[in-house]
C-alpha cells in the first residue's frame, strides 16, 4: 500500500557529496517513520537515519553523523538524504524505508519496517 522509490545514487570520490531522493506513495498514516538503511557487498544491512512524520524527530547511526542529513519535504511525500564528506566505506546499496507506528525507535533499532524501496547504488572511490 505504500511505495517507495530511491533515486540519486551514483559514483563519487571520497570527501564528495551525493543527495538521494525517496518518493513514497500510495495509502497515508498519520503517524510514522521513514528512513534509510544501507547494505555493502558481504555485510548486513544496516540503520542510516530516520525521520518521523512531523520532521521532529531524527536519528543517525554513529558512522554517518555530522555527515549525512536526512530530510523532508513538507508534505513528506519525498524524503532525501544529503551525504557529505563520503568515504570508500559508505559504498552500499541505499534503501528507503517506511515503519508505521508512533515512535522513530522501531526503526533505529531495526525491530521491523513495514515497506522497502529497492535500493540506489552508492559508489565511493578512494
Known amino acids: 500500500q505504500v511505495q517507495l522509490v530511491e533515486s540519486g545514487g551514483g559514483l563519487v570520490q571520497a570527501g564528495g557529496s551525493l543527495r538521494l531522493s525517496c518518493a513514497a506513495s500510495g495509502r497515508s498514516f498519520s503517524t510514522y517513520t521513514m528512513g534509510w538503511f544501507r547494505q555493502a557487498p558481504g555485510k548486513e544491512r544496516e540503520f542510516v537515519a530516520a525521520i518521523n512524520w512531523s520532521g521532529r524527530d531524527t536519528a543517525y547511526a554513529d558512522s554517518v553523523k555530522g555527515r549525512f542529513t536526512i530530510s523532508r519535504d513538507s508534505a513528506m511525500s519525498t524524503v532525501y538524504l544529503q551525504m557529505n564528506s563520503l568515504k570508500p566505506e559508505d559504498t552500499a546499496i541505499y534503501y528507503c524505508?517506511?515503519?508505521?507506528?508512533?515512535?522513530?525507535?522501531?526503526?533505529?533499532?531495526?525491530?521491523?519496517?513495514?515497506?522497502w524501496g529497492k535500493g540506489t547504488l552508492v559508489t565511493v572511490s578512494a
Open positions: 524505508a517506511f515503519d508505521r507506528g508512533y515512535s522513530i525507535a522501531p526503526m533505529t533499532q531495526g525491530v521491523a519496517v513495514d515497506y
